[in-house]
């Protein structure tokens, strides 16, 4: 399996002890709000925490992705008023928030949140969305122990991040290896005066890397997919994964790169005001594909499965030029069928 062993060269590198962690923290702390990966219940999930004792930097995948700080599940786009129009949602507080700092976030997210940035920051831009990713300051983190259902290694996803990040931290034993990836990035380097990397630490890192890749067990060949699935869009599985799936969207929801939505109108009980909001939608919901007068374009539950599928595998590429997928396994984990998009390539291919 072909896969880079080194990330591009960094603006700045530097060596940074176990326990000068907390300098990094604070000095983003400072200026920023912090959010890392916690445990909850013996689960780990992304939330902000001014506690660094609290972060688990040895954790494997998070129960929602990053893009919730992005995208909320639930958000007010405007609320309004019978006379007064359109009002901004509580625009004055949103300009008063610190911006956010993501710690810790591994190069599966950090490459979602860049499909997401052409989406969102594309053709069509979404001003708050454009906003807050500007802001966001994101500390990345090299990932040396895959999980039991990743497979980021299949869109060069992970285990460590090529781009999107302001400084990447790799764990070396005694201590990490910071390399920046933006100017404000080598510029907080340059405020910690962290001693500079060496080629030693460089090599480590490759090592280190390599032994990472190595223990990934689960793969989807790319070479050639989108044909395959444009071939296969009649196959048997379809109909097999038709009696299995639930049809909860659950899968959808824990996508760190799904971003269907519904939006409705909330008018009050006075009749004058109300609010616009928007929040997370499924395209594996019976009801998403239900338009006027009841029709629906997807009805069938074997069509809502094909619709995930081809999306982040072929649709996906068609528009944005990149595979949809980022190989983090929350589907998988998720999905109380384990539904699993290796398994669904590997039937097609007849494996």
């Not at 053709?123 to 259902?149: K, Q, W």
């Amino acid at each position: 399996m072909a896969f880079p062993m080194a990330a591009p060269a960094a603006l700045a590198a530097a060596r940074l002890a176990r326990a000068a962690l907390a300098d990094l923290w604070q000095a983003l702390a400072a200026s920023h709000r912090m959010a890392a990966p916690v445990a909850c219940d013996g689960v780990f999930r992304f939330q902000e925490t001014a506690d660094l004792a609290a972060v688990r930097l040895d954790y494997n995948t998070t129960i929602l992705p990053a893009k919730k700080f992005f995208y909320p599940p639930v958000e007010t786009i405007f609320r309004f008023h019978r006379h007064r129009g359109a009002l901004a949602p509580d625009e004055e507080a949103c300009e008063a928030r610190r911006p956010l700092a993501l710690f810790g976030l591994h190069g599966c997210d950090v490459r979602a949140l860049e499909l997401l940035d052409q989406v969102y920051t594309g053709e069509f831009s979404d001003p708050a969305y454009a906003r807050a990713r500007a802001e966001t300051f994101i500390v990345a983190l090299s990932c040396l122990e895959p999980g039991p259902s990743c497979f980021c290694t299949s869109f060069r996803s992970g285990p460590f991040p090529e781009s999107g990040f302001d400084l990447l931290l790799t764990d070396l034993g005694g201590h990490y290896l910071v390399e920046a990836g933006s100017a404000r990035g080598a510029g907080l380097l340059q405020q910690l005066g962290a001693e500079p990397a060496d080629s030693e630490d460089q090599l480590l890192k490759t090592h280190r890397l390599r032994e990472a890749v190595a223990r990934f067990r689960r793969h989807i060949p790319t070479e050639g997919l989108p044909r395959l699935l444009n071939q296969a869009f009649q196959h048997p599985v379809w109909q097999a994964l038709k009696d299995q799936c639930l049809s909860c969207g659950t899968c959808t929801v824990v996508c760190p790169t799904c971003y269907c939505f519904n939006v409705w109108d909330k008018v009050n009980l006075d009749l004058e005001t109300g609010e616009r909001k928007m929040a997370w939608d499924s395209c594996q919901l019976l009801d998403f594909g239900q338009v006027a007068l009841g029709q629906n374009f997807r009805r069938d539950r074997a069509a809502r499965i094909k619709q995930r599928i081809y999306h982040k595998l072929n649709y996906f590429r068609e528009q944005y030029g990149k595979f949809g997928c980022v190989g983090c396994g929350r589907c998988v984990e998720a999905c109380v069928k384990h539904i699993d998009p290796v398994t669904i390539v590997a039937a097609l291919k007849g494996v």
